[in-house]
Structures are given as C-alpha cells and as structure tokens.
C-alpha cells in the first residue's frame, strides 16, 4: 500500500447534473478538459455508444494518452466497474504507467448547480523510490486543470 496514492478534488459548477453527466462523459467533454496538456482517444468500444451501454467489469479497450494532443505517451486500458447513470462512474483500469488507475467522478445536485468530485487512486507499475509521490502530484495538478476547465466551460454557457 505504500506505493499507493489518492488524490481528490471537488468543485461545483453552474448547471444541472444532467447537462454535467453529458458533457463530463462525453469524448469531446473529456477532451476539453484535458486540453492544452493532453488528450485522450477513445477504445473502439465506445465509439458511437454511451457509459450507459458498457458491460460493467469487461475492458473496453485501449485508450491513448497524447502529450498536446499529438505524441502518444501512455495507454490506459479502460474498464468502467460501476455506474450510475447521470451520478456516478468507477473506472479502474492498469496503464502502461500504472499497475493500478481508478477514477470514480461522482455528481452531486446543489442549490446552484453540481459538485463534481473527482477522486484518483493511483499505483506506478515501476518500483522506483519517490515515483508514486511525485505521480500523485502531477494527477493532483492535472485534475484541478481538468476542474477549472470544467466550471470554466459551464459559466461561459
């Protein structure tokens, strides 16, 4: 467990938690938040369905992750274990990277629109010292780019 790291972020952004659940499952949604940093393609699998047709614990394939959008650099081999349509998903996956990649997004209806609450929990397939506390700093910094993009894109709306 030592190897091991959880990173979470919360923020609340100004739209109902439906237009949220279409946008943050969306390939395009997901891409901009992403977006200048990296960019992610989507399995075969998905393309042309939604979170609602995936059955649960199958891996749907590889997703690459682009460094600007142009150099693939990482693959994560996406597998979505629980969901809650229009609330919550739970993907844990492996990468290239990582022995272990879970990413549970849940969203929570407020008075002025959605909490959306990413939480990471992260293990570097490589033994090297220091290497899952640097991790978790980069995915720490990643995910409040991906946040601030998000209630960026729904105050401009």
Excluded: C, K
Aim: glycine residues 6%.
């Amino acid at each position: 467990m030592g190897r091991r790291r959880v990173v979470q972020h919360d923020v609340e952004v100004a739209a109902p938690a439906p237009d949220v659940w279409d946008r943050v499952t969306d390939p395009a949604g997901i891409n901009h938040e992403m977006r200048p940093w990296l960019t992610m393609t989507m399995p075969r699998a998905l393309r042309g369905t939604t979170l609602r047709d995936v059955e649960l614990g199958r891996p749907l394939g590889r997703a690459w992750l682009r460094l600007f959008g142009l150099v693939p650099f990482d693959a994560d081999h996406l597998t979505v274990v629980e969901l809650d349509p229009g609330r919550r998903f739970l993907e844990r996956s492996t990468m290239l990277s990582m022995r272990l990649w879970e990413h549970e997004r849940t969203l929570t209806p407020t008075t002025r629109g959605t909490q959306v609450r990413d939480r990471v929990t992260l293990e570097p397939r490589l033994p090297v010292p220091g290497s899952a506390a640097l991790m978790a700093r980069v995915v720490d910094a990643f995910f409040a780019h991906r946040q601030r993009r998000l209630r960026t894109y729904f105050a401009r709306r």
